[in-house]
């Protein structure tokens, strides 16, 4: 089993910070919605933001999460939505059984020393010809303090991630960059200012002006580069 990396006080501080990007994470919500079947299963929930927005459309939804404290708290906030199963996992895992109709994982596969190990273990969870759905950080030019702090190993390009899904033997169907102006934003924030990203006017400009425009531009032309890489992959049959 892999160590939890990073320091989960700052990494609780960042998920809270942006869980108040509401127009951010619906937006990455849309993205994995067509994929994610009748039954599928989140890797590393945090706080279980995108878990209650994607259990709104499913009949049933299995969310994660490998640090014990905030396990707790994930259990407790899911206690009243009875179609969310709450588990402790932590990948690469050992006793993948195969029965989601999907697996998906928002900015956790950075965290792990064997990301190819985990892919497996997701692809292991996923029924045959099901969807392993993941977005990740892009481009190391990007890594900043609050990355290290947060435990992030490493950032991918579409290259890299697309190697890793190789690797683990899943078949890739849709890779691209996304949030181009957001990568612009976080560098600038992270790299240059020394900012992390927490709640505040920044975030709350950023989501409540730079990201609809982004957003908007992105569903005519997919940009050459991101604050994301966004996958999708099946498994094979």
Request: aromatic share 8%; charged share 20%; hydrophobic share 45%.
């Amino acid at each position: 089993m892999a160590d939890i990396t990073g320091d989960q006080r700052i990494q609780s501080e960042v998920l809270e910070g942006l869980a108040t990007a509401v127009n951010h994470r619906r937006w990455f919500v849309e993205l994995a919605l067509p994929y994610l079947g009748d039954n599928p299963i989140e890797i590393g929930s945090g706080l279980g933001d995108y878990a209650v927005e994607w259990a709104e459309h499913l009949p049933r939804f299995t969310a994660t999460e490998a640090d014990p404290d905030r396990l707790v708290l994930l259990k407790e906030r899911m206690a009243d939505h009875s179609n969310i199963e709450v588990r402790q996992m932590l990948l690469p895992a050992q006793d993948a059984d195969g029965q989601y109709s999907a697996a998906v994982s928002y900015n956790v596969l950075e965290h792990i020393e064997d990301h190819v190990g985990a892919l497996r273990s997701m692809r292991e969870l996923v029924r045959p010809g099901g969807r392993v759905i993941i977005i990740v950080p892009a481009f190391m030019f990007a890594m900043s303090q609050v990355d290290i702090a947060t435990g992030h190993i490493r950032r991918y390009t579409k290259k890299t991630l697309g190697a890793a899904f190789a690797e683990a033997g899943l078949q890739m169907e849709k890779i691209h960059y996304a949030n181009a102006l957001g990568l612009i934003g976080y560098y600038g924030a992270t790299s240059i200012f020394k900012l992390a990203p927490k709640e505040g006017p920044m975030v709350k400009v950023y989501d409540s002006v730079v990201l609809p425009v982004t957003k908007a531009a992105e569903r005519i032309v997919r940009p050459p580069f991101g604050q994301s890489v966004f996958a999708v992959a099946r498994t094979p049959h």
